[in-house]
């Protein structure tokens, strides 16, 4: 919790020490400040037996995070991905989040929340849905060890919330309270933290409970393409008809050229509540036995709610006059003249949640000096549901429009039309598609580990998880005049004042001369108005699928010590694992089950050896392995009825497979001081890879039932438009390896290695990494050389403290450079984010040794988010900011 830190022995608590971290002296260590809680991560670190980083609870509680994935890219070689301005997910030395395992206490899981498109359907774990508070210790193991969990590729990251009898004997009490500010919606709101524990008098019983909540709302304000397309042919271009005269050079040159789909600015607000708890009961009756049950909740709303003034090109081009255009060096028709545009203004509103539950049981039993035995199981539920997901859409079929993209970031769009006035628009089209996704573990392992001399300890035991994966969704979609009658010629309902509000926009970046205010649906009044949710959802037969994986097996591991002529620790083994899996979706509207298993033999060698007792030389060798990603394994798929594009999945597809090669140099030149550098290889043998291909929905062999009216693929399709349209057919199949390979420099130095007096209490942290990763890219038949998705080529952070006990001051930046993540649409190679630079600060003073006084700030430098579309011309997709957050309160320890 906030105000207290342990550095935990292996015997009195030690979730850092029984996840392989280090040993400590039998005596808890109390951290009550900056300095020492990165002392006692720098001394896990040393005595570790692989390559890990450690944080322990004064770290994550006294950085300016308001999560957990904002604590640990501090960690060298791990960066972030943000979802409303915070971390959401992570990326280890190059391979994105579902190249990860996380455990919870010792138990792996997975945790998923909404994002900006839909669920993370996938293995990746979402980090914003717990609160930083609520843990004590963040381990992240970055190679592998036989009796390591299997499943990564990139790391396996333990979070730990502490043992009750780490805290002593007696009772005490912890509780932090702050207001949170947004200087871009002037939102204030709070966030507050509690711990209790108790133990008895001989520290044999204890127990505690922690509670951490926080409701606030964050600002998204930009702009957004919808990426850029081309191959569409206008109606006309500078007066000429394009359908009659198709040659025409203007007609010709912009259909070949890109045109954003669908331009606009808006606001996205998210409005979020985070609620967590832990509570745990150990007991230690004797030294030989301990018995400790955990339990941990967490609870994440969101309402997101987006207010769209937009220009609706997709799909709608031949309809659509163009003229005074201007194509620049990329092939982009920048700047253009549209009249008889679809303006469409839009609002949109989802409701969220995840529910996360976790209870763990471990009881650890010696038999003599040599002999122990670790019995551990458990069980983990994350059930996100979307019961609400509304869009209710606004359209003027013949407005006149302007737009000018010659600053991608922040481009010049103007309605010549009046869109302020509700009476030129009709209700035109309106969407309902609520959805869930739910995940299982079952877990249970025993650990036997025996010390025949000092030096060697021999460790076995068996395993068993099942983990349960299952979605669903269904739709209550439509245009007006499908659903209900409308008037000759119309397409929609009229629109007057009561169905509609005025939106303004705010600070979006926007260029002088830009439209600011339009209507946009009241929603509550357009979904009475529409009986929205009183209509019948119908459940997506491609959206409806599921998976469930059986791992069993075992792990032999050989731990030793050797003295002379240096001294040299390591381990060395092997892990079976045999994974059965049965994949459940729908195939032509059939419901099939598809069953399949294999095995995977695992070695693993971890070597470290000291040539001074302040110097370590490390290296690692091992094999390992990530199922692959859940949407894909599947069978079927769905369909973009905007886009014409069919994605299937494949239940055959093998997993990612890879030699892992690490070494790093370590120098302790002093106490609380170190300097690394790691070196990494990821021989990645197999990994699976998207293909596409061009086909029409005859040969697909989907029935028309799936199909929704108003859409543009149903009236192509149904209504006989294009019925031989080709669409966009995406499955993953089998590919070649690739190699990732990087290298780690990370320093924490406190000045009281080289000074004393006033110099003493500041320090420096920081570190860079390199990645650089490799893999062919199928594009158009032409493979080109990319990155893997989610690898920025670069990555760094690093704070400089003061802290003398009293009073500290922290600044804290992040740097993340550019990455892709993965294909994109429409003619475009690849998509993806520019380069980030986040800046953070924390201000702390000790009224009195109970009290502490707390400022911190995030994202100083309100940095905007700039995502592209195609690698090469770096395309305006979206460019966002969410704000400066100061928060102010306080900390009572009693």
């Given at each position: 919790?906030p105000?207290?830190?342990?550095?935990?022995?292996?015997?009195?608590?030690?979730?850092?020490?029984?996840?392989?971290?280090?040993?400590?002296d039998?005596?808890?260590?109390i951290?009550?400040?900056?300095?020492?809680?990165l002392n006692?991560a720098?001394?896990?670190?040393?005595?570790?037996?692989?390559?890990?980083?450690?944080?322990?609870a004064?770290?994550?509680?006294?950085?300016?995070?308001?999560?957990?994935?904002?604590?640990?890219?501090?960690?060298?070689?791990v960066?972030?991905?943000?979802?409303?301005?915070?971390?959401?997910?992570?990326?280890?030395?190059?391979?994105?989040?579902?190249?990860?395992?996380?455990?919870?206490?010792?138990?792996?899981?997975?945790?998923?929340?909404?994002?900006?498109?839909s669920f993370n359907?996938?293995?990746?774990?979402?980090?914003?849905?717990?609160a930083?508070?609520?843990?004590?210790?963040?381990?992240?193991?970055?190679?592998?060890?036989?009796?390591?969990?299997?499943g990564s590729l990139?790391?396996v990251?333990d979070?730990?919330?502490?043992?009750?009898?780490a805290?002593?004997?007696?009772t005490?009490?912890?509780?932090?309270?702050?207001?949170?500010?947004?200087?871009?919606?002037?939102?204030?709101?709070p966030?507050?933290?509690?711990?209790?524990?108790?133990?008895?008098a001989?520290?044999?019983?204890g127990?505690?409970?922690?509670?951490?909540?926080?409701?606030?709302?964050?600002?998204?304000?930009?702009?957004?393409?919808?990426?850029?397309?081309?191959?569409?042919?206008?109606?006309?271009?500078?007066?000429?008809?394009?359908?009659?005269?198709p040659?025409?050079v203007?007609?010709v040159?912009?259909?070949n050229?890109?045109?954003p789909?669908?331009?606009?600015?808006?606001l996205?607000?998210?409005?979020?509540?985070r609620l967590g708890a832990?509570?745990?009961?150990?007991?230690?009756?004797?030294?030989s036995?301990?018995i400790e049950?955990?339990?941990?909740?967490?609870?994440?709303?969101e309402?997101?709610?987006?207010?769209?003034?937009?220009?609706?090109?997709?799909s709608?081009?031949?309809?659509?006059?163009?003229?005074?255009?201007?194509?620049?060096?990329?092939?982009?028709?920048?700047?253009?003249?549209?009249?008889?545009?679809?303006?469409?203004?839009?609002?949109?509103?989802?409701?969220?949640?995840?529910?996360?539950?976790?209870?763990s049981?471990?009881?650890?039993q010696?038999?003599?000096?040599?002999?122990?035995?670790t019995?551990?199981?458990?069980?983990?539920?994350?059930?996100?549901?979307?019961?609400v997901?509304?869009?209710?859409?606004?359209?003027?079929?013949d407005?006149d429009?302007?737009?000018?993209?010659?600053?991608?970031?922040?481009?010049l769009?103007?309605?010549?039309?009046?869109?302020?006035?509700?009476?030129?628009?009709?209700?035109?089209?309106?969407?309902?598609?609520?959805?869930?996704?739910?995940?299982?573990?079952?877990?249970?392992?025993?650990?036997?580990?025996?010390?025949?001399?000092?030096?060697?300890?021999?460790?076995?035991?068996?395993?068993?998880?099942?983990?349960d994966y299952?979605?669903?969704?269904?739709?209550?979609?439509?245009?007006?005049?499908?659903a209900?009658?409308?008037?000759?010629?119309?397409y929609?309902?009229?629109?007057?004042?009561?169905?509609?509000?005025?939106?303004?926009?705010?600070?979006?970046?926007?260029?002088?001369?830009?439209?600011?205010?339009?209507?946009?649906?009241?929603?509550?009044?357009?979904t009475?108005?529409?009986?929205?949710?009183?209509?019948?959802?119908?459940?997506?037969?491609?959206?409806?699928?599921?998976?469930?994986?059986?791992?069993?097996?075992?792990?032999?591991?050989?731990?030793?010590?050797i003295?002379?002529?240096?001294?040299?620790?390591?381990?060395?083994?092997?892990?079976?694992?045999?994974?059965?899996?049965?994949?459940q979706?729908?195939?032509?509207?059939?419901?099939?089950?598809?069953?399949?298993?294999?095995?995977d033999?695992?070695p693993?060698?971890n070597?470290?050896?000291f040539?001074?007792?302040?110097?370590?030389?490390?290296?690692a060798?091992?094999?390992?392995?990530?199922?692959?990603?859940?949407g894909?394994?599947t069978?079927?798929?769905?369909?973009?009825?905007?886009?014409?594009?069919?994605?299937?999945?494949?239940?055959?597809?093998d997993?990612y497979?890879?030699?892992n090669?690490?070494?790093?140099?370590?120098?302790?030149?002093?106490?609380?001081?170190?300097?690394?550098?790691?070196?990494f290889?990821?021989?990645?043998?197999?990994?699976p890879?998207?293909?596409?291909?061009?086909?029409t929905?005859?040969?697909?062999?989907?029935?028309?039932?799936?199909?929704?009216?108003?859409?543009?693929?149903?009236?192509?399709?149904?209504?006989?438009t294009?019925?031989?349209?080709?669409?966009?057919?995406?499955?993953?199949?089998?590919?070649?390896?690739?190699?990732?390979?990087?290298?780690?420099?990370?320093?924490?130095?406190?000045?009281?290695?080289f000074?004393?007096?006033?110099?003493?209490?500041?320090?420096?942290?920081?570190?860079?990494t390199?990645?650089d990763?490799?893999q062919?890219?199928?594009?158009g038949?032409?493979?080109?050389?990319?990155?893997?998705?989610?690898?920025?080529?670069?990555?760094a952070?690093g704070?400089?403290?003061?802290d003398?006990?009293r009073?500290s001051?922290?600044?804290?930046?992040?740097?993340?450079?550019?990455?892709?993540?993965?294909?994109?649409?429409?003619?475009?190679?690849?998509?993806?984010?520019?380069?980030?630079?986040n800046?953070?600060?924390?201000?702390?003073?000790?009224?009195?040794?109970?009290?502490?006084?707390?400022?911190?700030?995030?994202?100083?430098?309100?940095?905007?988010?700039?995502?592209?579309t195609?690698?090469?011309?770096?395309?305006?997709?979206?460019?966002?900011?969410?704000g400066?957050i100061?928060?102010?309160?306080?900390?009572?320890?009693m």
């Amino acid at each position: 919790m906030p105000a207290v830190a342990m550095a935990q022995d292996a015997d009195a608590a030690g979730t850092v020490a029984e996840d392989g971290v280090g040993e400590y002296d039998e005596n808890v260590i109390i951290v009550s400040g900056f300095r020492e809680s990165l002392n006692a991560a720098v001394a896990a670190k040393r005595e570790a037996v692989g390559q890990v980083d450690v944080i322990v609870a004064e770290d994550i509680a006294k950085f300016p995070d308001t999560n957990l994935a904002e604590s640990l890219q501090r960690i060298p070689g791990v960066a972030i991905e943000r979802d409303a301005g915070e971390g959401r997910q992570i990326t280890v030395r190059g391979l994105g989040a579902q190249f990860t395992r996380v455990r919870v206490n010792g138990m792996e899981t997975i945790a998923t929340s909404v994002d900006g498109a839909s669920f993370n359907r996938d293995r990746a774990f979402d980090f914003n849905v717990f609160a930083s508070e609520l843990f004590n210790s963040i381990v992240v193991n970055k190679t592998a060890s036989a009796s390591l969990d299997e499943g990564s590729l990139g790391a396996v990251i333990d979070l730990n919330t502490g043992n009750p009898l780490a805290y002593g004997a007696g009772t005490k009490v912890v509780a932090t309270v702050q207001g949170r500010y947004n200087d871009l919606n002037d939102d204030i709101s709070p966030r507050i933290a509690g711990l209790f524990a108790w133990n008895n008098a001989d520290e044999t019983f204890g127990l505690s409970a922690s509670a951490a909540w926080s409701k606030y709302e964050t600002p998204e304000l930009g702009n957004n393409s919808v990426r850029w397309a081309n191959n569409a042919t206008f109606r006309s271009v500078d007066g000429v008809n394009c359908t009659t005269s198709p040659a025409d050079v203007g007609c010709v040159e912009v259909r070949n050229a890109f045109h954003p789909r669908i331009p606009r600015y808006g606001l996205v607000n998210h409005d979020r509540e985070r609620l967590g708890a832990t509570a745990a009961i150990q007991f230690r009756p004797s030294d030989s036995t301990d018995i400790e049950i955990d339990a941990l909740y967490s609870n994440f709303k969101e309402d997101r709610d987006e207010y769209w003034g937009e220009v609706l090109l997709r799909s709608n081009e031949r309809n659509i006059d163009l003229s005074n255009y201007t194509i620049d060096g990329d092939n982009n028709v920048i700047s253009a003249d549209l009249t008889n545009a679809w303006i469409r203004n839009e609002r949109y509103h989802r409701e969220s949640e995840t529910d996360f539950y976790q209870i763990s049981g471990r009881l650890e039993q010696s038999f003599g000096d040599t002999f122990t035995a670790t019995l551990q199981g458990g069980f983990s539920k994350s059930d996100a549901t979307i019961p609400v997901e509304t869009t209710i859409i606004f359209d003027d079929r013949d407005g006149d429009y302007s737009y000018d993209y010659s600053n991608m970031d922040f481009p010049l769009l103007v309605f010549n039309t009046d869109v302020t006035d509700p009476t030129n628009f009709q209700l035109a089209e309106f969407r309902d598609r609520p959805s869930s996704v739910e995940n299982k573990f079952k877990t249970v392992s025993l650990d036997l580990e025996w010390e025949p001399v000092d030096g060697l300890k021999i460790s076995t035991g068996p395993f068993f998880r099942q983990f349960d994966y299952f979605t669903t969704s269904a739709r209550r979609d439509s245009q007006y005049c499908s659903a209900f009658t409308c008037a000759t010629g119309a397409y929609g309902a009229p629109v007057t004042s009561d169905l509609a509000e005025l939106f303004e926009l705010g600070d979006a970046g926007q260029p002088s001369g830009n439209t600011n205010a339009w209507v946009v649906p009241d929603l509550d009044a357009t979904t009475a108005f529409l009986d929205l949710y009183n209509r019948t959802a119908t459940t997506q037969q491609g959206d409806e699928r599921g998976v469930r994986e059986k791992t069993m097996g075992g792990f032999f591991q050989t731990d030793f010590e050797i003295e002379t002529p240096v001294r040299m620790t390591g381990n060395f083994g092997v892990r079976y694992a045999k994974t059965k899996q049965t994949s459940q979706g729908f195939v032509s509207g059939q419901y099939v089950t598809i069953k399949r298993d294999y095995d995977d033999f695992l070695p693993a060698v971890n070597l470290n050896i000291f040539p001074s007792d302040d110097f370590i030389i490390r290296g690692a060798i091992a094999q390992v392995v990530t199922r692959p990603s859940l949407g894909n394994l599947t069978p079927g798929g769905s369909v973009d009825q905007f886009n014409f594009r069919i994605t299937s999945g494949n239940p055959f597809i093998d997993p990612y497979r890879a030699w892992n090669y690490d070494v790093s140099l370590e120098y302790y030149f002093a106490p609380g001081a170190i300097v690394s550098l790691a070196g990494f290889i990821k021989d990645v043998q197999s990994f699976p890879v998207g293909e596409s291909l061009q086909i029409t929905w005859a040969q697909s062999g989907l029935p028309n039932s799936l199909l929704t009216s108003g859409t543009p693929v149903y009236d192509a399709i149904v209504n006989g438009t294009d019925p031989n349209r080709e669409f966009e057919f995406r499955t993953t199949t089998n590919g070649e390896g690739a190699t990732i390979k990087g290298v780690e420099l990370g320093l924490n130095l406190p000045f009281s290695a080289f000074t004393s007096g006033a110099l003493s209490d500041f320090g420096v942290l920081g570190n860079v990494t390199y990645v650089d990763s490799n893999q062919e890219v199928n594009f158009g038949g032409t493979l080109y050389d990319a990155s893997f998705p989610g690898v920025s080529k670069y990555s760094a952070n690093g704070t400089v403290y003061y802290d003398n006990g009293r009073f500290s001051v922290r600044v804290s930046g992040a740097y993340r450079s550019d990455y892709n993540t993965g294909n994109s649409g429409n003619g475009n190679f690849l998509e993806g984010f520019d380069s980030t630079f986040n800046l953070d600060a924390s201000i702390r003073y000790k009224l009195t040794d109970k009290v502490e006084l707390l400022i911190d700030g995030n994202n100083l430098t309100d940095q905007y988010r700039y995502r592209w579309t195609d690698e090469f011309a770096r395309r305006n997709y979206e460019n966002n900011h969410f704000g400066r957050i100061i928060m102010v309160g306080a900390r009572i320890e009693m």
